[in-house]
């Protein structure tokens, strides 16, 4: 039979289950402290830093999408500017060749009016030169029937007198 009051060595094992579990208490907690604790916080500092590195470069890389964006944009301006320049260049070309161009047409019309006129006149000479040996041998035909030798002679007479008369400055 069992007595219903606590003995000694009862009280002493509860006493020893309650500090004992104190002291189990105590001592996980002070390992915790001692190296759960340390690590807990080195894990924290690290990815702290990490993310302060994640956030930097992030920033870095959005200055860099800034700055590409700009190029992209200056470049676009760039472009926008040398396909402007190069409408008003071929432009200006156009121009310059038609104008050429025209300067070359009126040139060549010009130096054929010249080649013409030249051509013409040429042909005229060449006509008349034509014509006054027709008309020479017509004359000739016809002077042989109607003139004779002392008429000849007095109508040569006549012309050379009328050239040297026109002609002052000859000598007779």
Known sequence: MESAIPTFF????????IVGGFAFVIVAVFLFM???LPAVRATQVARNAELVHAEGQREALKAEVSKARAEVEAADRDAQSIKARGAVDAAR???RLVADAKADGERAVAN???TLERARIAARAQLRGEF????LQLARRRADSRIDAATNAKLVGATVQTLLDSNPGSTS
Do not use: F, M, N
């Open 10 to 17: 009862d009280r002493l094992a509860q006493w020893s289950e």
């Open 34 to 36: 001692k190296y759960a």
């Open 93 to 95: 070309e156009h121009e």
């Open 112 to 114: 054929a009016r010249g």
């Open 132 to 135: 006054i040996d027709r008309a």
